[in-house]
């Protein structure tokens, strides 16, 4: 069943709220549209990318590989159905509704990864700290990330002062390097400040 979470802006921090006719959900996450088939591509893992991101995320795990330090890409582009699936999974797996699990997962119809433009990092070496934020936060490859991610376009969605209330994700990082992932994500990003020492992308 298909949990629709009720607009509460009033629930969304000051100067993180949408303006008028933005969908959003009490947490903060902001609707977003599936990237259109044709604008994906694949990488070699068969995760797929909005087009845009492709050229600076190669040359992004490039230099992370020139400077020694193991960082694969763990996700990429997930449909509304297939974030429908992770969610109520995931809850499942937690035990908590559905309402308390967006504080870990956007619900569907919510999810940055909608748009194909965002993408979360993983260390190769060391699996245990996929996807949790106490360790990843301590890997090699998130502190290479939080210094040079922003030179290939690319800023940390959801950071430890996001004030947004949902959880610190220092593997999951939005591309706002061109034109078109800039408009994409303008209403996610007015008022945003530097997210656990990450500045903001240009
Ligand atoms: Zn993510």
């Not at 990488?43 to 960082?71: C, F, H, T």
């Not at 106490?134 to 430890?160: I, M, P, V």
Request: net charge positive; proline share 8%.
């Amino acid at each position: 069943m298909l949990l629709m979470l009720p607009i509460l802006p009033a629930l969304v921090e000051p100067g993180l709220n949408p303006p008028r006719g933005v969908r959003a959900t009490p947490r903060g996450h902001l609707a977003y549209a599936e990237a259109p088939q044709q604008a994906l591509v694949a990488l070699d893992s068969g995760i797929q990318v909005r087009k845009n991101v492709l050229e600076q995320l190669i040359r992004l795990l490039q230099a992370a590989e020139r400077d020694g330090v193991p960082l694969k890409v763990a996700a990429g582009f997930r449909s509304i159905e297939m974030q429908r699936a992770a969610f109520e999974s995931g809850a499942k797996k937690k035990g908590i509704s559905l309402r308390s699990y967006a504080w870990w997962t956007a619900p569907p119809g919510f999810s940055e990864h909608h748009t194909g433009l965002a993408v979360d990092f993983a260390d190769p070496k060391r699996p245990k700290t996929n996807f949790t934020p106490s360790s990843f936060s301590k890997t090699e490859a998130y502190a290479w990330l939080k210094s040079h991610a922003k030179g290939f376009g690319f800023e940390l969605s959801f950071g430890q002062n996001s004030g947004l209330r949902v959880a610190f994700e220092p593997w999951h990082w939005r591309f706002v390097g061109d034109d078109e992932s800039r408009a994409i994500f303008a209403m996610a990003r007015p008022g945003r400040v530097a997210q656990d020492g990450v500045p903001p992308a240009q």
